[in-house]
Structure formats: structure tokens, C-alpha cells
């Protein structure tokens, strides 16, 4: 089985930083896993908002946070991060860390989730 546990939202004023982090474990993980956020608001289907590759290499955003965040991995520590800057208040959302086999736009396409974090972005 595969654990992936985020942290790091809260409360943010627009404009200002907030970095997410996801921990994976488990017997099964593999550092191969395409690894990925996504996000859900209120009243709304959950939403991709990037991905990378198992290497690093490849990552790949959604436009509206394109140039505003950015995904990394440690594979050495099995992490994947989410560095997320000038927020805005429709950024708001809960944020899910995603694993799975390829990349992909849309969650059922993921094999394993965390829990969510809550980022509150404040006009």
C-alpha cells in the first residue's frame, strides 16, 4: 500500500507564498510514480494543477498557475513539493498529492491520494 501524507497549507494573504509538501511511504511506493497536485474548492470537481515526472525532469502546469507555482520532487526522500507564489483568493482550495503510473490531466487517472491540505487565500 502506498501512504501519501501533504502539509504545509493555511491561511495566506493574496500576493503572498506558500509551499506544500507531500510525503509518500509505503511498501509499494515506487519512485517511478508520476507524482501530481491537484485541487478541489467548494461546490467544484477537483481540479489538476501540475505534475512531474518520476526523474524530475518533465513537469507540466495548468495555465492559471503556470509561472505562479512550481513542482518538485526528492526521490532520495520521497517527497514532491508544491512551491506556490503570488496566490490569489481563487487559488483557495483544498490540495491533494496524487501518484500514479503516467501522466495525466485528470484524477482517475492517479492510483493513490493524501488527504488534502487547506490553502486559504484572503483578498
Known amino acids: 500500500q502506498v501512504q501519501l501524507v501533504e502539509s504545509g497549507g493555511g491561511l495566506v494573504q493574496a500576493g503572498g507564498s506558500l509551499r506544500l509538501s507531500c510525503a509518500a511511504s509505503?511498501?509499494?511506493?515506487?519512485?517511478?510514480?508520476?507524482m501530481a497536485w491537484f485541487r478541489q474548492a467548494p461546490g467544484k470537481e477537483r481540479e489538476f494543477v501540475a505534475h512531474i515526472s518520476w526523474s524530475g525532469w518533465r513537469t507540466h502546469a495548468e495555465d492559471s498557475v503556470a509561472g505562479r507555482f512550481t513542482i518538485s520532487r526528492d526521490n532520495a526522500r520521497n517527497t514532491v513539493d508544491l512551491q506556490m507564489n503570488s496566490l490569489k483568493p481563487e487559488d483557495t482550495a483544498v490540495y491533494y498529492c496524487?501518484?500514479?503510473?503516467?501522466?495525466?490531466?485528470?484524477?482517475?487517472?492517479?492510483?493513490?491520494w493524501g488527504q488534502g491540505t487547506q490553502v486559504t487565500v484572503s483578498s
Open positions: 509505503g511498501r509499494t511506493f515506487s519512485i517511478y510514480y508520476v
Open positions: 496524487a501518484a500514479g503510473p503516467r501522466a495525466a490531466l485528470i484524477p482517475v487517472s492517479y492510483d493513490y
